[in-house]
């Protein structure tokens, strides 16, 4: 980088000074920029161990760590690209040391091996709560049921697709009902004082239905991974205009977790 001259200096002293204190400034720029480069690098550093501990306290026993982050859709990939930002980040660290002309300091190597190491426990974890998982229990075997269950994840309106053995999840068909209501404003009057008038009508609808639920292994096409699903069955006998009256239809459907195949 060359200095700028606001003026041509007129002797050998003058340039000797102005290089001087070019030379001083840009190395204090320098310097400036190393102790705040390092500054940052330390606070990344505290907050990746933050998180580094957060993945060390996963629980692959509890129930909920096991669904959150290992069998729901999608926590696999967070999990594997969140070891991933670790790796370059820690590798950030061990590069900006190398640049300096430094070793990497011990407690920077070790915690790309840690990493490492947590990757590794991770994908074992996976493959064992994976492999372990089942289908739930049926708590019912009733045909009918069945029947209709089938006839649901046929339908092409649904595109659930591919579909392993399907699983009755509660015992009978329940009752539900629940009321609804819609206010359509048309005319709005405001008084001189102020007052604002609404006027329109209010439209209440009253919904009742049957519903009984049931899950089963579907296949995601694009991963190739089977998925585990619950939904709701649901068949109306009123409700609003566009309601689906007499007629067995699916309510609710959720994505569950990871299930292999040989599991089913």
């Known amino acids: 980088m060359q200095p700028s001259l606001a003026r041509k200096p007129d002797s050998l002293a003058e340039w000797a000074n102005f290089y001087a204190d070019w030379y001083n400034t840009t190395l204090r720029k320098v310097n400036e920029a190393v102790s705040t480069t390092e500054q940052n690098l330390r606070h990344v550093a505290e907050m990746q161990g933050r998180e580094l501990l957060a993945y060390n306290e996963i629980d692959p026993n509890d129930p909920s ?3 959150n982050y290992f069998l729901n859709e999608g926590a696999e990939a967070r999990m594997f ?4 930002r670790q790796l370059v980040i820690a590798n950030t660290f061990v590069a900006y040391q190398n640049a ?5 300091n011990k407690a ?3 915690r790309v091996a840690y990493i490492e190491q947590m990757r590794q426990r991770y994908s074992a974890l996976l493959d064992k709560i994976v492999g372990e998982r089942g289908l739930p229990p049926a708590k019912s075997t009733d045909a009918e049921l069945m029947r209709i269950a089938e006839a649901i ?3 092409p309106k649904y595109q659930f697709g591919r579909h392993g053995p399907v699983v009755i999840t509660t015992e009978n068909i329940v009752q539900r009902e629940k009321e609804l209501s819609e206010e359509e404003y048309n005319d709005i009057d405001i008084s001189l004082a102020g007052e604002i008038t609404l006027t329109g009508t209010k439209t209440t609808w009253h919904y009742r239905w049957d519903e009984f639920k049931f899950a089963t ?4 096409d694009q991963s190739g991974k089977w998925y585990l699903w619950w939904i709701t069955a649901k068949n109306f006998h009123s409700g ?3 309601t689906p009256i007499g007629k067995w ?3 609710s459907a959720t994505k569950g977790g990871v299930i292999l195949e040989t599991n089913f």
């Open 65 to 67: 760590d096991q669904a």
């Open 81 to 84: 690209a969140g070891f991933e």
């Open 100 to 104: 300096l002309g430094n070793t990497p």
């Open 108 to 110: 920077v190597t070790d």
């Open 153 to 155: 994840l046929a339908n």
């Open 217 to 220: 292994p579907i296949l995601d």
């Open 240 to 242: 609003a205009s566009n």
């Open 249 to 251: 239809v699916s309510g």
